[in-house]
């Protein structure tokens, strides 16, 4: 049981980077007066230094040393964080997303492989590996905004004069730390964020005991008692990247695009109404992603990964020619049934062959990276010159176009010969 805890890490991981992403872009806007093309330009920032430092960390990282990069990791990002309570300036800014990037780059590929060794350890499958993280990480992801506009709800308190027990000590706390005129939530926000990257590497050299000490190459992995031995299947990663690459980029493009659906010019949908659907978003994606750590052969079948495709069309035509709430949340939820079995199929075929598994999760990784900078940029463009429903069409047609690929690629389903040990 002790083991299942190692999933915490990745969930407070993202949380403190898309705390980070969603803090330097209201700061940015509302404190620095910054223009939208250099508030725009923050997350993308984060992107390339992720996707250019993932496969140099594919080359370094295997199961002996996983551990100590992740411990690493977290205590680089937590220094960040402090810098980031004191930075002024949007350079300065703008650097920091640069270098949070290099830092995540040496959590999540690393976590995966630390995450395998526990696993086979306490004699788990890969498959409940892969599930529990995309459950962990979605469930990050979709915290950090939550917590850091929690924090925000602070200042506001403070500025309107408002009194009460608690808000006295965090008066009087804020100004011993920072002085009297800080933002106080802010401050707070980067201060609980340090104490979380604290926590998880004090936790991570805890549990590092519990990593199986097999080889990275050599000897085939212990596998569970009656469990399905993967890597004697094909390796099918490349076909992870083709097929899983397409759903990532259709999601990078729909967050980038649809919040111009606020626009009082295109459809004036209350910000309270796309904050339930970008909520609904990461919650239904990582409860799929929860519920895949039982599957066992669809990663390998074409039946199921043409029937996800389909549920990913459905809701992508949904969320590009919707009108009302109901019609958009529908979306999200039948989007986000694909997206959680794409973001395990993507993750699954990476580390399914443990002696390949450094090298393809660092793949796995810049893919992610890239994608987050093309798709966005992509789906504004289209979005301005050919109509707001242009991204999610073409999006639609790149989603049909790999379902059929996957169906012809995975014709002959799960070979029989990888029947336990």
């Not at 005991?209 to 199986?212: F, K, L």
């Not at 549920?311 to 109901?326: A, N, Q």
């Given at each position: ?48 230094a ?17 551990a ?24 300065a ?10 830092v ?18 306490g ?18 992801f ?18 309107a ?8 000590v ?38 590092a005991?519990?990593?199986?000490p ?75 992603g ?18 996800n ?20 949340l529908?979306?999200?939820?039948f ?48 979005a ?38």
């Open positions: 049981m002790t083991r299942i805890l190692i999933y915490l890490f990745p969930a407070l991981m993202d949380m403190v980077v898309s705390l980070s992403m969603f803090a330097c872009s209201v700061r940015a806007a509302r404190e620095l007066q910054l223009d939208a093309f250099y508030v725009a330009s923050m997350v993308p920032a984060w992107g390339i992720y996707m250019l430092t993932c496969p140099l960390v594919g080359r370094m990282m295997n199961r002996r040393n996983a100590r990069m992740l411990i690493l990791s977290c205590l680089a990002a937590a220094v960040l964080c402090g810098a980031f309570s004191v930075i002024q300036s949007g350079v800014m703008f650097a920091g997303m640069v270098v949070m990037g290099v995540a780059a040496f959590f999540f590929g690393p976590f995966q492989i630390f995450m395998a060794a526990v696993d086979e350890g004699a788990r499958p890969i498959t409940f590996s892969t599930g529990m993280y995309t459950f962990s990480w979605s469930m990050g979709a915290a950090g905004p939550f917590v850091a506009a929690a924090f925000a709800w602070l200042d506001r308190a403070l500025a004069g408002q009194t009460g027990w608690g808000l006295g965090i008066r009087t706390f804020g100004t011993a730390l920072y002085g009297p005129d800080v933002p106080y939530g802010r401050q707070f926000s980067y201060l609980f964020a340090i104490i979380v990257l604290l926590v998880n590497a004090v936790g991570i050299a805890i549990l005991r519990h990593a199986h097999h080889p990275d190459a050599g000897s085939a992995p212990t596998q569970p008692a009656g469990a399905l031995d993967y890597s004697r299947q094909p390796n099918y990663v490349l076909y992870a990247w083709i097929g899983a690459g397409v759903g990532i980029f259709s999601i990078q493009m729909l967050r980038a695009v649809f919040p111009k659906f606020s626009d009082p010019n295109v459809l004036d949908l209350p910000v309270q109404d796309q904050g339930m659907i970008f909520f609904v978003l990461s919650l239904v994606q990582g409860f799929v929860l519920a895949l750590c039982w599957s066992k052969t669809w990663m390998y079948r074409a039946t199921p990964i043409i029937v495709g389909l549920f990913g069309l459905v809701g992508l035509l949904c969320l590009g020619m919707g009108k009302t709430l109901p019609v958009f529908i979306g999200a939820v989007y986000d049934i694909y997206a959680g079995c794409f973001f395990f199929y993507f993750v699954f075929h990476a580390i399914a062959h443990p002696d390949k598994a450094p090298r393809q999760v660092g793949i796995n990784e810049a893919v992610v990276g890239m994608l987050g900078i093309v798709a966005p940029l992509l789906g504004g463009l289209c301005d010159h050919f109509g707001m429903a242009s991204p999610f069409v073409i999006s639609a047609i790149l989603v049909a176009a790999a379902l059929v690929f996957q169906g012809w690629v995975h014709r002959d389903g799960f070979r029989a010969v990888a029947t336990g040990n």
